[in-house]
């Protein structure tokens, strides 16, 4: 079975960090397309970033020099590293998989394959 988990969110102060995790089962993390995406209370889902099988990464202008993405393959697992948090970065964090195509990298999400649950990050002081 395919399946994607994240942890590590939480309630944080605008301007620290947070990591977030992406653990993969089922499948190999690195031969796959690996993104993350966010949906905050009444807004659309958005794209936070996207991680390639060669180790690339993508991110969208809003996170841009801010959040930065891993990957651990001893692991299976992939990170979010968010730094400089801010209120607007409140949502809920979902990691997505994409086996072939561009929509991991282009931040379309409907061309995922399969997703997490997601994990809720706050940011308030």
């Known amino acids: 079975q395919l399946q994607l988990v994240e942890s590590g969110g939480g309630l944080v102060q605008p301007g620290e960090s947070l990591r977030l995790s992406c653990a993969a089962s089922?499948?190999?993390?690195?031969?796959?397309?690996i993104g993350w995406f966010r949906q905050a209370p009444g807004k659309e889902r958005e794209w936070v970033g996207c991680?390639?099988?060669?180790?690339?990464?993508a991110y969208g202008d809003s996170v841009q020099g801010r959040f930065t993405i891993s990957r651990d393959n001893a692991k299976n697992t992939v990170y979010l590293q968010m730094n400089s948090l801010k209120p607007e970065d409140t949502a809920v964090y979902y990691c997505?998989?994409?086996?072939?195509?561009?929509?991991?990298?282009?931040?379309?999400?409907?061309?995922?394959?399969?997703w997490g649950k997601g994990t809720l990050v706050t940011v308030s002081s």
């Open positions: 997505a998989a994409e086996g072939r195509g561009s929509s991991c990298v282009f931040g379309r999400s409907g061309g995922m394959d399969f």
């Open positions: 991680i390639i099988f060669s180790g690339s990464s």
């Open positions: 089922g499948f190999s993390a690195k031969d796959y397309s």
